[in-house]
């Protein structure tokens, strides 16, 4: 069953079209990442299907409902960025606390799923410490709790793993897979790292241009490029 379907979706900046026709049906419980150069529209699809961005033409769907015209708030999503954007002045707590903050959930309810995620991702200790006394695993951590913390039908991270070095990279990548495992909510994941991709996705989508240029398993696209440019993209020493 698909849960995110994206139908010919287009955008357009002005009279710029950047992306051109976007198709695509995500299974519930997947991980999709997308992959492609710097600039070829991966932030910009996922911030349509969070609601950050206007569509220009075709249809997002989460679940069985059409979402063009949802808040963001109103989706059944949650968003992990790049810059991961927790608050300094709040514990881990009360960072993580803030995803639930439309949450309908009683005060009680809260606390206990709280403690939950908290407890998924190994930051029970930490829970009253402030950012700046986490490393920089532990504080994307919080992030990531505060997006888990709704259980969203879908969660979408855009490049999270991007400002980390490169052995706290390696490290997250196999901590968000079991999460991954764990939780079974369908992620999208976008990426300019192909090692990323291949070693994350269920299906990789793989952009150039506001295209999408194949979409397949990590061994299909590897295997079976469907362009040169897919064969050298995937193929690239990283
Ligand atoms: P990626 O995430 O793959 O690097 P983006 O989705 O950020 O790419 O950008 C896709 C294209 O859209 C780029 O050419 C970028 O310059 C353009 N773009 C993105 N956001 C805006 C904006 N707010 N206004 C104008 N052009 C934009
Ligand atoms: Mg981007």
Known sequence: M?????????????????????????????????????????????????????????????????????????????????????????????????????SKLSKEEKEARILEVAGILDMVPLLDRKPNALSGGQRQRVAIGRAMVRDPAVFLFDEPLSNLDAQLRTQMRLEIKKLHQRVGNTIVFVTHDQVEAMTMADRIVIMKDGHIQQIGTPAEVYHQPANAFVAQFIGAPS
């Open 2 to 102: 698909a849960n995110l379907a994206l139908r010919n979706l287009t955008k357009a900046f002005g009279n710029t079209e950047v992306l051109h026709g976007i198709n695509l049906e995500v299974a519930d419980g997947e991980f999709i990442v997308f992959v492609g150069p710097s600039g070829c529209g991966k932030s910009t699809t996922l911030r349509m299907i969070a609601g950050l961005e206007e569509v220009t033409s075709g249809e997002v769907i989460i679940g069985d409902k059409a979402v063009n015209n949802l808040e963001p708030k109103e989706r059944d999503i949650a968003m992990v960025f790049q810059n991961y954007a927790i608050y300094p002045h709040m514990s881990v707590k009360k960072n993580i606390a803030f995803g639930l903050r439309s």
